[in-house]
């Protein structure tokens, strides 16, 4: 198996821990009737950990379909490369290392973090996109 669909099998564990890194906190402030519910009542708004950990979720979740397309695209066309690994392993060790960072509230770093995440996609997403221009 190429290391690009290990990487977004990954991702679907980070995703994970992204979904329950802010529910189990919000369910300990809220309690387990919130949990269970439908969440109509307004909350009052949550401490600044779990807002960010909420932020931090939304990014991942605003990013992550990207890679997959990337990954999946980059299976169809069977352009996997030395290259693609790489950046598909340096977009996952940058993901991993956003959570922490953006749930400790460290600014400059979690953006820094966040682009280098960005240079992983591109480095999967580059192959793909000149391919048609070197046949």
Same mark, same amino acid.
């Given at each position: 198996?190429? +290391?690009?669909? %290990?990487?977004?099998?990954?991702?679907?564990?980070?995703?994970? !821990?992204? +979904?329950?890194?802010? =529910?189990?906190?919000? %369910?300990?402030?809220?309690?387990?009737?919130?949990?269970?519910? /439908?969440?109509?009542?307004?909350?009052? $708004?949550?401490?600044?950990?779990?807002? *960010?950990?909420? *932020? /931090?979720? *939304?990014?991942?979740?605003?990013?992550?379909?990207? !890679? !997959?397309?990337?990954?999946?695209?980059?299976?169809?066309?069977? +352009?996997? %490369?030395?290259?693609?690994?790489?950046?598909? !392993?340096?977009?996952?060790?940058?993901?991993?290392?956003?959570? #922490?960072?953006?749930?400790?509230?460290? $600014?400059? &770093?979690?953006?820094?973090?966040?682009? =280098?995440?960005? &240079?992983?996609?591109?480095?999967?997403?580059?192959?793909?996109?000149?391919? #048609?221009?070197?046949?």
């Amino acid at each position: 198996m190429r +290391i690009e669909l %290990t990487v977004l099998a990954w991702g679907c564990i980070l995703a994970l !821990v992204h +979904i329950f890194a802010a =529910v189990i906190l919000k %369910t300990q402030l809220y309690g387990t009737a919130w949990n269970a519910g /439908a969440r109509d009542a307004a909350m009052p $708004p949550p401490p600044p950990l779990i807002a *960010r950990l909420d *932020r /931090a979720q *939304r990014n991942f979740f605003e990013t992550f379909p990207l !890679v !997959v397309a990337a990954i999946a695209l980059l299976g169809i066309t069977g +352009i996997e %490369t030395r290259w693609t690994a790489i950046g598909a !392993v340096v977009w996952l060790g940058a993901r991993i290392a956003y959570l #922490p960072i953006y749930a400790a509230g460290t $600014p400059y &770093v979690r953006t820094l973090i966040f682009l =280098v995440s960005v &240079v992983g996609l591109l480095m999967m997403l580059w192959p793909i996109l000149v391919a #048609p221009l070197f046949g």
